[in-house]
């Protein structure tokens, strides 16, 4: 069963924006701190950015000052908007709770950074 459907990603050129867009299923978005993910080719994954059910955030050092997180409690969904977008965040993002769940994680969402 899939807990998490992350959406949003795409080709973009550097210094460009996007949103990806994390829905999950009420009892898990009302029960854990959620974050953001990323995994690129050949690297490990790294948490990227948290949000907790009162809204405080987190963000990792390479993100900060250029990606937002946010929820919308209403449609049980994380968004991170993404603006100075460099080639080095091209990555697979993921949404998962924090720390993460093993069988938590969704197929992720494709986030091309290229001229």
């Known amino acids: 069963q899939v807990q998490f459907v992350e959406s949003g990603g795409g080709l973009v050129q550097p210094g460009g924006s996007l949103r990806l867009s994390c829905a999950a299923f009420r009892s898990i978005f009302n029960t854990y701190v959620l974050g953001w993910y990323r995994q690129a080719p050949g690297k490990q994954r790294e948490w990227v950015a948290l949000?907790?059910?009162?809204?405080?955030?987190k963000y990792a050092d390479s993100v900060k000052g250029r990606f937002t997180i946010s929820r919308d409690n209403a449609k049980n969904t994380v968004y991170l908007q993404m603006s100075s977008l460099k080639p080095e965040d091209t990555a697979v993002y993921s949404c998962?709770?924090?720390?993460?769940?093993?069988?938590?994680w969704g197929q992720g969402t494709q986030v091309t950074v290229s001229a």
């Open positions: 998962n709770s924090v720390p993460p769940t093993d069988n938590f």
């Open positions: 949000i907790g059910s009162n809204s405080v955030t």
